[in-house]
């Protein structure tokens, strides 16, 4: 069965600090694809990365950056010099393409409130 | 470009009542979903739909039916309404299997007295 866990149930810090969003995954399958998703205040989801479990370069997009490491099964996010906007709750979620009705699996998510 | 449109945003039952969640998607998408979220919870899948006419039940099914006569709507009925379904339901739709992901609708947070 697949699971995703986020342990940080909420982060707190100060305007320009960076924070890390950690993400551990557990699946049986070698295919995959591991997601974060952004939930602002207002309550949509918004989509902010995708990666398959063949590609382990990190990547960098402005102030945010993934670190994937399969060895370890983590696919963490971090934010540099967070802003008050980057207040939000954060979720790592897993699919594969096998998964019955391409089914996301998400973790609990983190969080973030981000102080000026 | 519409995306996922869910109606209505918010809804107050009283228990035992019955309502049906709308869902429509203007981007010709096969798979369809629904998902509620509880605090520390993340999302749990309630029913999902492969193609029109298609259904099938996810995590957590018991109290909701589904149906998928068109491509474009995939409603959720709540048969008889429960505190235990307190939350707020989303639903979502994607192109092709699990590698685009989903596009989400905007919610719907459904209270039962």
């Known amino acids: 069965a697949q699971k995703v866990t986020q342990a940080q149930t909420e982060i707190s810090v100060v305007e320009k600090e960076d924070v890390t969003l950690d993400c551990v995954y557990e699946?049986?399958?070698?295919?995959?694809?591991l997601f974060w998703y952004k939930q602002p205040p207002s309550g949509e989801l918004v989509f902010l990365i995708r990666r398959n479990s063949f590609d382990e370069q990190n990547e960098i997009s402005g102030r945010y950056s993934w670190n994937f490491q399969k060895s370890t099964s983590s696919f963490n996010f971090t934010i540099t010099a967070s802003q008050v906007v980057d207040s939000a709750v954060y979720f790592c979620a897993l699919s594969d393409p096998g998964a019955a009705g391409n089914k996301l699996t998400f973790g609990g998510g983190t969080r973030v409130l981000v102080k000026p | 470009n519409a995306g996922v449109t869910q109606t209505p945003k918010f809804q107050v039952l009283k228990t035992g009542q019955s309502m049906t969640l709308q869902c429509a998607q203007d981007m010709n998408h096969e798979y369809m979903s629904w998902y509620r979220q509880d605090p520390g919870m993340g999302l749990r899948l309630i029913h999902y739909s492969v193609g029109a006419g298609i259904t099938d039940q996810g995590e957590v099914p018991n109290g909701y039916n589904v149906s998928r006569s068109t491509t474009e709507d995939f409603p959720l009925r709540l048969l008889s309404a429960a505190p235990s379904q307190t939350s707020v339901y989303f639903c979502?739709?994607?192109?092709?299997?699990?590698?685009?992901?989903?596009?989400f609708g905007s919610g719907t947070r459904l209270t039962v007295v």
């Open positions: 979502a739709s994607s192109r092709d299997r699990a590698i685009y992901g989903y596009t």
């Open positions: 699946t049986r399958d070698t295919t995959y694809y």
